[in-house]
Protein backbone atom coordinates (compact mmCIF):
# COMPACT_ATOMS: atom_id res chain seq x y z
CA UNK A 1 0.00 0.00 0.00
CA UNK A 2 1.23 3.35 -0.93
CA UNK A 3 1.43 6.45 1.89
CA UNK A 4 -0.70 9.43 2.36
CA UNK A 5 1.83 11.52 0.95
CA UNK A 6 2.00 9.80 -2.40
CA UNK A 7 -1.48 9.47 -2.77
CA UNK A 8 -3.60 13.19 -3.35
CA UNK A 9 -7.13 13.59 -3.28
CA UNK A 10 -7.73 13.01 -6.94
CA UNK A 11 -6.41 10.17 -9.45
CA UNK A 12 -3.09 10.34 -10.39
CA UNK A 13 -0.25 8.17 -12.05
CA UNK A 14 1.16 5.42 -9.49
CA UNK A 15 2.49 1.80 -10.12
CA UNK A 16 -0.04 -0.86 -8.76
CA UNK A 17 1.33 -2.66 -6.05
CA UNK A 18 -0.73 -6.05 -7.37
CA UNK A 19 -0.24 -5.82 -11.26
CA UNK A 20 2.34 -3.59 -11.69
CA UNK A 21 0.15 -1.77 -13.96
CA UNK A 22 1.38 2.32 -14.31
CA UNK A 23 -1.16 4.65 -15.05
CA UNK A 24 -4.01 6.97 -13.52
CA UNK A 25 -5.95 4.98 -10.98
CA UNK A 26 -9.47 5.69 -9.90
CA UNK A 27 -11.10 7.13 -6.36
CA UNK A 28 -13.98 6.78 -4.19
CA UNK A 29 -14.55 8.65 -1.23
CA UNK A 30 -15.53 6.19 1.58
CA UNK A 31 -16.43 7.60 4.88
CA UNK A 32 -13.76 7.55 7.63
CA UNK A 33 -13.14 7.28 11.06
CA UNK A 34 -13.46 11.17 11.26
CA UNK A 35 -17.14 10.86 10.11
CA UNK A 36 -17.57 8.45 12.75
CA UNK A 37 -16.36 10.78 15.32
CA UNK A 38 -18.01 13.74 13.98
CA UNK A 39 -21.11 12.31 14.03
CA UNK A 40 -20.89 10.76 17.31
CA UNK A 41 -20.19 14.20 18.59
CA UNK A 42 -23.49 15.69 16.96
CA UNK A 43 -24.92 13.12 18.97
CA UNK A 44 -23.56 14.24 22.06
CA UNK A 45 -24.45 17.65 21.60
CA UNK A 46 -28.13 16.53 21.11
CA UNK A 47 -27.76 16.83 17.00
CA UNK A 48 -30.38 13.71 16.49
CA UNK A 49 -32.92 15.30 14.27
CA UNK A 50 -30.67 14.06 11.39
CA UNK A 51 -28.36 16.58 10.83
CA UNK A 52 -25.63 14.37 12.91
CA UNK A 53 -25.72 12.70 9.47
CA UNK A 54 -24.46 15.61 7.47
CA UNK A 55 -20.81 15.16 8.02
CA UNK A 56 -21.55 11.59 6.32
CA UNK A 57 -22.66 13.41 3.11
CA UNK A 58 -20.12 15.78 2.82
CA UNK A 59 -17.46 14.57 0.42
CA UNK A 60 -14.68 17.20 1.93
CA UNK A 61 -14.82 14.53 5.24
CA UNK A 62 -14.21 10.85 3.07
CA UNK A 63 -11.68 9.63 3.06
CA UNK A 64 -10.08 9.21 -0.76
CA UNK A 65 -9.36 5.44 -1.45
CA UNK A 66 -7.76 4.75 -4.68
CA UNK A 67 -8.02 1.54 -6.92
CA UNK A 68 -5.87 0.37 -9.99
CA UNK A 69 -8.13 0.60 -13.12
CA UNK A 70 -6.33 -2.51 -14.46
CA UNK A 71 -6.94 -5.34 -11.96
CA UNK A 72 -9.14 -3.38 -9.80
CA UNK A 73 -7.48 -3.57 -6.34
CA UNK A 74 -7.32 -0.85 -3.98
CA UNK A 75 -3.78 0.64 -4.25
CA UNK A 76 -3.53 3.00 -0.91
CA UNK A 77 -6.07 5.06 1.49
CA UNK A 78 -5.39 9.17 1.37
CA UNK A 79 -7.20 9.56 4.77
CA UNK A 80 -8.55 12.89 5.66
CA UNK A 81 -7.39 12.90 9.44
CA UNK A 82 -5.58 10.25 11.07
CA UNK A 83 -7.34 9.13 14.01
ZN1 LIG B 1 -3.43 -3.47 -10.55
Redesign the pocket.
Same mark, same amino acid.
Given at each position: MLQKSELGEEPQICV *?P? /?K?QGYSFVERDPGCCIFLMCTGCVCMGCVAGCCLMPCVVTDFKDVTHY /?V? *?G?KIGTHPIFFC
Open positions: *CH /CY /CN *CL
